[in-house]
């Protein structure tokens, strides 16, 4: 089959295609044939080995896992001897955080990473919910009517997705980020747009009840003089020294002035995505498509994330 591969940390050069063998399931896993895979700030992260957390699970110097790619969508074509839940012909979509291996023409993903794909969605659509769809929602679980909410990121993946969920919620949304994404930042509902080359949010005298941060990179200091009394911080991804500053003293300085700083906990699977999933199959949530590449293109598309140009996320469709 065709793939993606690279063998070393760097920038989009180091991809090329190749043919490999399809992987063969184990007893829990299913061999799904991708017909589309979406491109998330994880795969840029695995590519070029930064933060220093995206090496964990592949290889401290090299990549272990050779082919990039989480987010599936396509069609069961075969089972483990455990797998009781699909079959061979299935159309399925889930997140393959773990093992990876989506930019390809098969993958082999875990039964319980998977669910059925709606039919009212197609291939493209369903595999862009996964990954970002789970942070959204669990980013934006506890948001009230009234709330003054802000979300750091939020023109990409993630913010497609928390900035309508936090707006249904009935909260006044401000979003962060760069000036090519704050139009479609407002076209999603956001109330405010905060360019975060220009301005740095935790300095403009603003309070927020929540804080949803994508990129964190601030010291603990200027997260708490941006919440508001009993607000709370929560970030789920950024550099590895913020999140570690985050995890030790931001829940000390959080504890202390009656604020809550911290990282933001993530479930996995359908019961992470699920609730997204069914706002999107019922047409109450939009699915924001950036772009769409073929499966050679993988490099480009990437690319365009590194570049900073990416809408909603970018669909890379493998079979047509
Ligand atoms: N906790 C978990 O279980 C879990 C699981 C998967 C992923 N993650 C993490 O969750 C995050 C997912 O984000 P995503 O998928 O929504 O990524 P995304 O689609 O790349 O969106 C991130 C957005 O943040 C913007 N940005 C970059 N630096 C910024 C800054 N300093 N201030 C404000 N905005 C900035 C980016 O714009 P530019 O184009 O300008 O860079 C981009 O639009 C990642 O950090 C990932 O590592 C966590």
Redesign the pocket.
């Known amino acids: 089959m065709r793939a993606i591969v690279y063998g070393r940390y760097g920038q989009p050069d180091e991809l090329r295609v190749e043919d490999v063998p399809v992987p063969e399931p184990k007893a829990d896993q299913v061999l799904v044939e991708v017909v589309a895979t979406s491109v ?3 795969d ?2 695995g590519l070029t080995g930064r ?1 220093a957390y ?1 090496r964990i699970g592949s290889g401290l110097r090299r990549p272990g896992k050779r082919v990039l790619g989480s987010d599936i969508a396509g069609v069961v074509s075969a089972v483990g001897r455990e797998v009781t839940e699909f079959a061979p012909g299935d159309a399925v979509f889930g997140d393959n ?1 773990w093992i990876k291996g989506g930019f390809a023409e098969f993958a082999v993903i875990p039964e319980k990473a998977l669910a059925p794909k709606p039919d009212t969605l197609s291939f493209a659509q369903a595999s862009v919910i996964p ?2 769809g ?2 959204a929602r669990h980013g934006t679980a506890d948001v009230r009517a009234g709330d003054r909410v802000l979300i ?8 497609s997705f928390a900035i309508p969920l936090a707006k249904r919620a009935g909260a006044h949304v401000t979003a ?3 000036a090519g ?1 704050l139009d479609f930042m407002r076209s999603l509902g956001a109330d405010e747009v905060i360019d ?1 080359r220009e301005v740095d949010f935790t300095a403009t005298g603003q309070r927020y009840d929540r804080i949803l941060d ?2 964190a ?1 601030r010291s603990v200091f200027s997260y708490r003089r941006a919440l508001s009394p009993g607000g709370v911080y929560q970030c ?3 550099s590895v020294p913020t999140m570690l500053r985050l995890l030790t003293a931001g829940t000390i300085v959080g504890r202390l002035s009656g604020r809550r700083i911290g ?4 479930k ?1 699977g359908p019961e992470g995505f699920g609730p997204v999933t069914e706002l999107c199959a019922s047409g109450d949530l939009d699915v924001h498509v950036d772009r769409t590449y073929a499966l050679e293109d993988v490099p480009e598309a990437l690319a365009r ?1 590194g ?4 809408l909603g ?1 970018i669909v890379i469709e493998v079979r047509s």
């Open positions: 998330n700030l994880t840029w992260e933060p995206a955080l990954q970002t789970a942070i750091n990121g939020g023109g990409g993946g993630s913010g962060v980020d760069n994404k975060y994508l990129v990179s789920v991804g950024g990282v933001l906990g993530v996995d994330i570049e900073g140009l990416t996320k």
